[in-house]
């Protein structure tokens, strides 16, 4: 299975910007997957998932302000980021739901760095 996040890049606070997650390698369409992301020093936390059947969770940190859509002709996950902030900066990963065993092998992710 291979994970490729893209659309990272640099924003003012207060702008957006919208990632993309291309899965491959296995069948898309049954899991539920998570967008998560790393700051320096910190650990990585999920700030958004969605199921298979469309439904959608957000940490208190985004909600209001990310979200979250999936294409499963596409075989894509989507994180639209709307009224970005400065601690929204971190690298994006996508990845499958679940504990760290279930999931599959990391991409690269994709920087966002937000400037005020």
């Known amino acids: 299975v291979q994970l490729v996040e893209s659309g990272g890049g640099l924003v003012q606070a207060g702008g957006s910007l919208r990632l993309s997650c291309a899965v491959s390698?296995?069948?898309?369409?049954?899991?539920?997957i998570g967008w998560y992301r790393q700051a320096p020093g910190n650990e990585r936390e999920l700030v958004a998932h969605i199921t298979s059947g469309g439904n959608t969770i957000y940490a208190d940190s985004v909600e209001g302000r990310f979200t979250i859509s999936r294409d499963n002709a596409q075989s894509t996950v989507y994180l639209q980021m709307n009224s970005l902030k400065l601690e929204d900066t971190a690298v994006y990963f996508c990845n499958r739901l679940g504990p760290a065993e279930a999931r599959f092998s990391w991409g690269q992710g994709t920087q966002v760095t937000v400037s005020s």
């Open positions: 390698g296995t069948t898309f369409g049954g899991y539920a």
